[in-house]
């Protein structure tokens, strides 16, 4: 395991911090949401869809009720696939209609907006929810290109645009903290 702290990564949040951070952005939600019956969390590939996860199971404690969950794949409807380039992400797995829902999209770093926008557009085509909302775990401001901002988020962060924020999840990773590369 790699050294919390070494000159190339620089520790965010630890897994103690990004623990108190999840309940925080949890209750968040349920402040804002007028039904958590009528709640669904679309995850966006790749971190999203685990970070998703873990918040369903967070407010499931919360609400003592299921969450919905599933995963939007925005791939298809990037404005910058040249730049970005493909990769194979899971498929939009949306298990009932958007009708009346109240969706939250989950990304783990929002940088210049694009990937939201285009899971926005990707959304248009299964329904019309009641209302969409963001969530992120990092915020990397100072370098969006279009004007979308989180509804939640959890860390601001300025970063140089050279520089990469990742998430890291116990399940996936074996370790947990949002760290700065």
């Known amino acids: 395991m790699t050294d919390q702290n070494t000159p190339e990564r620089v520790e965010i949040l630890s897994k103690e911090e990004l623990d108190r951070t999840l309940t925080r952005l949890a209750s968040q939600i349920l402040e804002?949401?007028?039904?958590?019956?009528?709640?669904l969390l679309l995850g966006i590939p790749t971190r999203g869809i685990q970070l998703a996860e873990v918040l369903?199971?967070?407010?499931q404690s919360?609400?003592?009720h299921k969450i919905e969950q599933g995963t939007i794949d925005p791939t298809f409807y990037r404005d910058d696939l040249a730049?970005?380039?493909?990769?194979m992400s899971p498929?939009?797995?949306?298990?009932?209609s958007l009708e009346g829902r109240q969706v939250v999209l989950v990304d783990d770093v929002i940088f210049t907006g694009r990937t939201v926008r285009a899971a926005l557009e990707s959304l248009q085509a299964w329904g019309r929810p009641q209302r969409v909302m963001l969530l992120v775990m990092v915020d990397r401001?100072?370098?969006?290109?279009?004007?979308?901002?989180?509804?939640f988020c959890g860390r601001q962060?300025?970063?140089?645009?050279t520089e990469s924020i990742e998430l890291?999840?116990?399940?996936?990773?074996?370790?947990?903290?949002v760290f700065l590369e």
Do not use: C, F, M, Y
Request: hydrophobic share 25%; no cysteine; glycine share 10%.
């Open 62 to 64: 919360k609400t003592g």
């Open 83 to 87: 730049r970005v380039g493909t990769r």
């Open 168 to 177: 890291r999840l116990k399940e996936i990773d074996g370790e947990e903290g």
């Open 56 to 59: 369903a199971s967070e407010l």
């Open 32 to 39: 804002n949401i007028s039904d958590s019956n009528k709640l």
């Open 141 to 151: 401001s100072g370098h969006r290109e279009l004007p979308i901002q989180p509804d």
């Open 91 to 96: 498929a939009t797995e949306i298990s009932s």
């Open 157 to 161: 962060v300025p970063t140089r645009r």
